[in-house]
């Protein structure tokens, strides 16, 4: 079985600092792992996704990832904050047990920007 | 991009009453479906897994005579809240997954906000 835990249901950053979101995972069996950004009323879109070959991963909007196998870890940054960044932020985990299609989400973290 | 739908965004009903949430696959034929389900304040959950032309796969604790899910064609799934009761009101999201993409890729509908009074 997969779970996906995201520490901070809120994080708070100024434009222009850095944006750190935390994910750690669990799974019996090699992992892809996935963030993905919910603005308010919307379904999700995909920022970037670790699929077992590069383990820093580059998404859209400037953000980027980096798998750690030894701290079982899938923290998501972004050097520059913009205020178009704020929305909630959901980091998930898929198996090859499930074929990769069953998606475990993490209860989300909320990015707040603060001009 | 793939692009999903979903009819209506959002809905508001009486207790005990029926109501459908379409999900159509626009750009791309849907081999598979997915529904979630999002509580407030919540992550999303998954509801059940539909395959064109069979019966959907539900999740543990997941009632399939409640939440009825038809998926006719490769780019409609249904989703069908039974005798629905105020617990009922949530936010459901719909994905798709086209077969001719890597399969760990889903495509997500923009999410049927469902009330019920």
């Known amino acids: 079985a997969q779970s996906v835990t995201q520490l901070g249901s809120h994080v708070s950053v100024s434009e222009g600092a850095l944006v750190l979101l935390r994910c750690n995972y669990s799974?019996?069996?090699?992992?892809?792992l996935f963030w993905y950004v919910q603005y308010p009323n919307q379904g999700l879109q995909l920022l970037l996704k670790?699929?077992?070959?590069?383990?820093l991963v580059k998404g859209i909007n400037g953000f980027e990832a980096e798998f750690k196998k030894s701290e079982t870890s899938f923290h998501l940054t972004k050097p520059s904050a913009h205020m178009s960044d704020a929305a909630e932020y959901f980091c998930?985990?898929?198996?090859?047990?499930?074929?990769?299609?069953?998606?475990?989400f993490g209860t989300g973290t909320r990015l707040l920007v603060s001009p | 991009g793939a692009v999903v739908s979903q009819h209506p965004s959002r809905v508001i009903c009486k207790s005990g009453t029926s109501v459908k949430i379409e999900c159509r696959s626009l750009?791309?034929?849907?081999?598979?479906m997915f529904w979630y389900r999002q509580f407030p304040k919540k992550s999303l959950m998954l509801m059940a897994t539909?395959?064109?032309?069979?019966?959907?796969?539900?999740e543990q604790g997941v009632e399939k005579d409640k939440f009825l899910i038809n998926h006719a064609s490769l780019t409609l799934s249904t989703l069908t809240v039974t005798s629905a009761h105020p617990e009922d009101s949530s936010f459901y999201i719909c994905?798709?997954?086209?077969?001719?993409?890597?399969?760990?890729?889903?495509?997500f509908g923009p999410g049927t906000r469902l009330l019920v009074l």
């Open positions: 994905s798709a997954r086209d077969p001719h993409v890597p399969q760990e890729t889903q495509y």
């Open positions: 799974s019996s069996v090699p992992p892809y």
């Open positions: 670790y699929t077992s070959a590069a383990t």
């Open positions: 998930a985990v898929s198996a090859a047990n499930t074929g990769f299609q069953k998606l475990v």
């Open positions: 750009d791309f034929q849907a081999t598979t």
């Open positions: 539909s395959n064109e032309g069979s019966k959907a796969t539900y």
